[in-house]
């Protein structure tokens, strides 16, 4: 055990010293944005098309992390809200006719509704039935876009348009990456914002021991379902500009796989970590497409990576507070 | 005895058949230090889950303050004005000891999402509230550690005084406090009656005392009541309870009676 310990603070000792010293993270913080500025210049199309998706994932890596990091509710139905997002723009927009920036707010109010739904009545329950409940809704979500005919059956909904932003048509990969990278920038913020504040310590409460909690007056039921419905915001806006950047969206974009990958790439980076899951969901999808060159063996080669990172860092990459000593 | 801070009348509660308690009369007034003892499974802590919501005893009603407290929830209890410790330390572990005050102020505080991400004047001047009460209420326990450290890294014995300031965070008018002696030396218990007339004095709280010390319980209570199999046997003073026949004989139904009730 103290010999993995040793081996994975050789490895990720590095990481220590931006969680204990200020000026090395905000400098690491500079050089981020920098190189998210520059970087389509310095790498090209392809890659910057994947760094646009895998930014998305920041965003819905991040509203996750909310849901199982901070509150410690497993959700296992996550793409639900992905495709809440996907879809309120899609028939909004298609159907009829509506101004894309209008139909974000109608995303975010769907989102929020459908957490009520599933939240409300399961989160009086223990959290191991969320799971099963949030596993159905995920696959209830997906088989209804799959079959109704105004999600456009198993073809999906194609032609979204575009949006224009005060004149900008946001249309081309370098458009989209820098509206990711706002995304991206957004959802961290406001995940530092309420990591710090009452309701974020509430979570942590709640996860940690629910009587206790409760004990010290706080309700649980509804600290649970403000980060149920939080994250439900996240991934239906992230979800609402993936079907602008596609342009169309099928139900298959939105499986069971769909909320496990996201779900992994919080687990891997480490649940409640803000960096850390922003690690995790940059692993999750640069991590296969780097391994490109080894043909067939790629993804279990990158299985078996993922493997020894849980087998060395149990509770994700990043490293806790006070965790290396 | 109708102006008691706490009255329970008839408190009747049952697991699967079983009594737990049975026909349950006893009041806490205001600015009183009272306890209850009584032989191991007697009752007490279910008595305390009764009290604070955990439990939804099948008979009798618990008022407070003028409310009757059996249609709250827990959170809805502490938020009443009733704060508890716990029997066994429950501290929130990888948290620190000002995280872990904190908590106590959850429900004398209000700023949700919107407010926490746009930072509003009222959210940053409540945050400023909560970190102020808090470091005060660990001050006024005697926590004189770093604040920053986990709390579960602390010394058993402040880890004990870091529950009760925790609790104090909630502004209570009752504090129930589950055997707080539990593990202490003889210093720490002397610091603890200390502590619980300060609570009493200073801050105008009453107190509601499970403790297997008798000599800390005789020392520190107004008044204290004897529960065993469920059922509230005595009540009175230190001195009426040690005389009182039938407390004796429920502690010498015990092995260890005898020696529990010498002073």
Not at chain 2, 185 to 204: C, H, P, S, T, Y
Not at chain 2, 217 to 240: F, N, P, Q, W
């Amino acid at each position: 055990m103290s010999e993995q310990k040793v081996l994975s603070a050789r490895l990720f000792g590095p990481l220590a010293v931006l969680v204990e010293n200020s000026k090395a993270r905000w400098t690491a913080i500079g050089a981020i944005l920098i190189l998210m500025a520059i970087g389509p210049f310095i790498f090209g199309q392809y890659a910057t098309v994947i760094m646009t998706n895998a930014l998305l994932y920041v965003v819905l890596a991040l509203g996750l992390n909310i849901v199982v990091g901070y509150a410690g509710l497993l959700d296992l139905g996550y793409a639900a809200f992905f495709a809440i997002g996907a879809y309120t723009v899609g028939i909004l927009t298609q159907e009829f006719g509506v101004n894309f920036w209008l139909t974000l707010p109608v995303a975010v109010l769907a989102a929020a509704i459908g957490g009520i739904i599933i939240g409300g009545p399961t989160l009086r329950l223990r959290s191991d039935y969320l799971a099963i409940v949030t596993l159905g809704f995920g696959e209830i979500v997906r088989l209804s876009a799959r079959n109704l005919d105004i999600t456009g059956k198993a073809s999906g909904i194609s032609g979204i348009e575009q949006p224009y932003l005060f004149g900008w048509h946001i249309a081309g990969y370098l458009d989209f990456y820098y509206v990711f990278c706002v995304l991206a920038i957004l959802a961290v913020f406001v995940s530092v914002r309420l990591a710090n504040s009452r309701l974020g310590r509430a979570w942590l409460y709640v996860r940690h021991d629910e009587d206790v909690a409760e004990a010290m007056g706080i309700n649980r039921v509804r600290v649970k379902l403000a980060a149920y419905v939080i994250g439900a915001i996240f991934g239906s806006v992230g979800g609402a500009f993936f079907a602008a950047n596609l342009g169309a969206i099928s139900p298959e974009s939105f499986s069971f796989t769909q909320s496990v990958l996201i779900l992994m790439a919080v687990i891997l980076g480490g649940m409640g970590k803000i960096p850390g899951v922003i690690l995790g969901a940059l692993i999750i999808i640069l991590g296969p497409e780097l391994l490109r060159d080894l043909g067939p063996l790629r993804l279990l080669v990158f299985a078996v990576g993922l493997l020894l990172i849980m087998l060395f860092r149990p509770s994700g990459i990043w490293p806790g507070k006070g965790a290396q000593k | 005895m109708s102006e008691a801070l706490l009255n329970l009348t008839g408190v009747g509660l049952a697991f699967a058949g079983n009594t737990v308690l049975d026909d349950v009369n006893f009041q806490v007034p205001e600015k009183t230090v009272v306890s209850l003892i009584g032989p191991n499974g007697a009752g007490k802590t279910s008595l305390f889950n009764c009290i604070t919501g955990f439990y939804k005893p099948q008979m009798g009603s618990v008022m407070f303050d003028g409310r009757e407290m059996l249609k709250l929830k827990p959170h809805g209890v502490t938020a009443a004005g009733i704060a508890r410790t716990f029997q066994n330390l429950r501290l929130f572990n990888e948290m620190t000891v000002l995280e872990n005050v904190m908590s106590g102020m959850h429900c004398r505080s209000s700023a949700g999402a919107f407010a926490a991400i746009f930072r509003t004047p009222t959210q940053r001047r409540e945050e400023k509230e909560i970190d102020e009460f808090s470091r005060e209420c660990l001050d006024f326990c005697g926590v004189d550690d770093d604040v920053d450290r986990l709390a579960t890294t602390l010394a058993y014995g402040h880890q004990r005084r870091v529950e009760i300031a925790r609790a104090l965070a909630t502004k209570p008018k009752l504090l129930l406090l589950d055997e707080p002696a539990a593990g202490l030396n003889a210093g720490e218990k002397q610091d603890l009656v200390a502590l619980i007339n300060r609570i009493r004095d200073e801050r105008g709280i009453s107190v509601l005392l499970i403790e297997h010390d008798t000599g800390l319980v005789m020392k520190v209570s107004e008044r204290i009541h004897v529960l065993d199999h469920g059922v509230m046997i005595a009540e009175g003073t230190a001195k009426e309870i040690q005389s009182n026949p039938k407390v004796i004989e429920a502690y010498l139904g015990q092995e260890d009676g005898e020696a529990s009730l010498e002073l």
